[in-house]
């Protein structure tokens, strides 16, 4: 199993003041520039701990928002790329469905993964729903435009001849020769995430890495989808290594100590919904039939303990969220056979996605956090044998 | 909604493409283009409307249970494909009348080509760019909760508000259906086409300019200013009306727009 190290770069201390939005209207005369300077300066160290602990890290990008100060995840990749030595960079994910120019994302990820000297990872998402009036893109047929930027992103990266011609229904080039092509030969290994099993499917079909996020013990049927159509593609059933899951952990030496540390790793999940509720449903994003289930005024459940709970995110405590997979909390031991736990009921998940610092948690506790773990709990889930799930029959 | 009210829906294929329309009452051709939150059969302007000739009020492409052709995408794509409706259905000297965003497509169609109109009725017209680039001349749609949008759009809110807990589940989805459909044609730029307005005076036929007075969604100055790119326009307003003048003042608007339409020279 491979473990990516991952944050937010969070200005938590915009947090206890935001008249009901984290995202998208929250002023920022909220923050301090000199306090955001030490806390990027922090959280970058933290990474680079990461580093020298054995993991593996991932960066994502957010806008407008305090939940999240990394606005371009190309500034993330381009510093970890140069300061870290061996950690594999993935980036989790590139919102191109927000993107106008496709052409620039994939110079900058060949730049990346040529720097890096091939340790990028290139998850490519659509981007969350109240980015889209940020960015002015448009969510109706956002699928379409995310699949035909992925479509020219691969293209530019492995055509190594002639400059080429894309004149498509989104994009528009013409002489188009990436300068310097990427590291890692033909491309640097392609991720995504999703929450739907329609999307899983064609991620199967392509054989891509799928990684869900707070799908908890509804993220069986996501994977089966995902192994639906892996094999439809005429290979055996997926290897554990197509398969990620982002987990908060909060290990420690004793289970209180491990307790009194996720109360601040829980403030990721605690704050990621806070966002003006006109913002959080633009059209488009999501299907028709959502849509008609949201009118009709039914909730939306993602999140389930493994006896079919469904967890509020919001005022979930640190049990609710153990028991429904969302955090990996206690004693190495503890926090290991957890994760061995989820991996089986899985059927196999080899790479977690590790929020090992979230909210305000201090730097002591986050280095402490990711060192312990390192050295506790890695070794023995680098050892640990995945399970092979069949694909479903009728999936 | 009232069952027994509704008009009866018929379709035509336009280019291949399914469309959805009311079409009643005799005489001269009326076209109705529905604003963005689109048309609900049982409204009563339509029945005062084909009073006045045969009203064809279809539903926009991806609107009610209207297809959407592969490709159409834009409101000047919605233009032409409006021009083949015509010619389909051999409209001849007709009175076209749009609301909102209705309103926005007749003027597209119109700056194209008037062979088939005799006149024009824009109500709360949208579609043309007035302020600076820091005025958004209309507010934002899409960033309000529906309480809002009701509050800014209508003289009197509860005109537009709807139960969807009783609304069969074919309504909810043509209500969920709109609102995606609205906001592929209005996203981006937002409610306008940055070309409409100098392109406006293209439309010589005599053009009426109805503004509900009570529209807080976009100010009565968008109104007028749209009217004096018009060659031939007239601007009047209706009182107790807001953006969706033909909802809240029906009476008002049928009967100004069949007079205003009664000048036609046949």
């Known amino acids: 199993m491979r473990v990516y190290q991952f944050t937010e770069q969070p200005y938590y201390p915009a947090w206890s003041d935001h008249n009901g939005s984290l995202r998208v209207n929250l002023p920022n005369a909220r923050q301090d520039p000199k306090i955001a300077a030490d806390l990027l300066h922090r959280y970058y160290d933290e990474w680079l701990v990461a580093d020298e602990v054995g993991l593996d890290i991932m960066v994502n990008e957010h806008h407008a928002t305090a939940t999240c100060m990394s606005c371009t995840a190309i500034v993330a990749l381009s510093v970890l790329a140069r300061e870290t030595k061996r950690a594999r960079l993935l980036v989790l994910g590139y919102p191109i469905g927000l993107r106008p120019d496709p052409l620039r994302c994939a110079e900058e990820l060949a730049t990346i993964d040529v720097l890096s000297r091939g340790r990028l990872d290139m998850g490519f998402v659509k981007g969350v729903p109240y980015e889209f009036p940020v960015s002015n893109q448009n969510a109706v047929g956002v699928m379409e435009r995310f699949w035909e930027s992925h479509d020219f992103i691969i293209k530019a990266m492995t055509s190594h001849g002639e400059p080429f011609n894309w004149e498509s229904e989104h994009f528009h080039y013409r002489h188009v020769n990436l300068w310097p092509r990427p590291y890692q030969n033909p491309h640097p290994p392609v991720w995504s995430t999703t929450g739907s099993r329609g999307n899983a499917r064609v991620l199967g079909e392509k054989g891509y890495v799928m990684a869900t996020l707070g799908t908890g013990f509804a993220t069986r049927k996501l994977f089966d989808a995902y192994r639906a159509g892996y094999v439809s593609a005429g290979r055996q059933a997926p290897a554990a290594d197509r398969f990620g899951y982002l987990g908060l952990v909060a290990v420690a030496a004793n289970e209180r100590a491990a307790r009194a540390r996720a109360e601040f790793i829980a403030g990721y999940v605690r704050t990621s919904g806070i966002v003006a509720p006109q913002f959080r449903n633009p059209p488009g994003y999501l299907s028709i039939e959502d849509n008609v289930r949201i009118l009709r005024g039914e909730k939306r459940q993602r999140s389930g303990t493994r006896d079919g709970r469904f967890i509020d995110m919001h005022s979930a405590s640190v049990q609710d969220l153990i028991d429904a997979a969302i955090m990996f909390c206690g004693t190495p031991d503890q926090v290991y056979a957890q994760i061995v736990d989820f991996c089986e009921y899985c059927g196999g998940m080899g790479n977690l996605v590790m929020m090992g610092h979230a909210g305000s948690l201090s730097h002591d506790d986050t280095v402490d956090n990711l060192t312990l773990f390192a050295k506790e709990v890695l070794p023995r889930l680098k050892e640990y044998k995945q399970p092979r799930a069949e694909a479903p029959a009728a999936a | ?266």
């Open chain 2, 1 to 266: 909604m009232n069952a027994a009210a509704e008009a009866p829906t018929s379709t035509v294929v336009v280019n291949g493409s399914r469309m959805e329309l009311i079409d009643r009452g005799r005489g001269r051709p009326i076209l109705f283009l529905h604003p963005h939150i689109g048309l609900d059969p049982s409204t009563p302007v339509l029945a005062m409307l084909a009073e006045g000739g045969r009203l064809i009020a279809p539903s926009h492409p991806g609107f009610g249970h209207s297809e959407r052709p592969a490709g159409l995408t834009t409101v000047d794509d919605l233009a032409y494909f409006y021009l083949d409706l015509m010619d389909t259905l051999d409209l001849r000297d007709s009175l076209v009348i749009g609301v909102s965003l209705g309103a926005w497509i007749a003027a597209a169609i119109a700056v194209k080509s008037t062979a088939r109109m005799a006149r024009l009725v824009l109500g709360n017209p949208v579609g043309i760019k007035v302020g600076d680039r820091e005025t958004r001349d209309i507010l934002d749609i899409f960033a309000m909760v529906e309480g809002e949008f009701l509050e800014k759009s209508f003289a009197d809110p509860a005109a537009g508000k709807r139960d969807y807990s009783t609304m069969t589940d074919d309504e909810v989805t043509v209500v969920a259906r709109n609102r995606e459909t609205a906001a592929l044609y209005t996203w981006s730029p937002y409610m306008h086409d940055p070309k409409l307005k100098s392109r406006l005076h293209r439309i010589r036929i005599p053009t009426l300019v109805l503004w509900g007075a009570a529209d807080r969604l976009v100010n009565e100055t968008y109104g007028r200013a749209f009217c004096a790119a018009l060659p031939n326009g007239t601007f009047e307003t209706i009182a107790g009306a807001g953006h969706f003048l033909h909802i809240e003042q029906p009476k008002a608007f049928a009967a100004r727009t069949l007079a205003f339409g009664g000048q036609m020279t046949d």
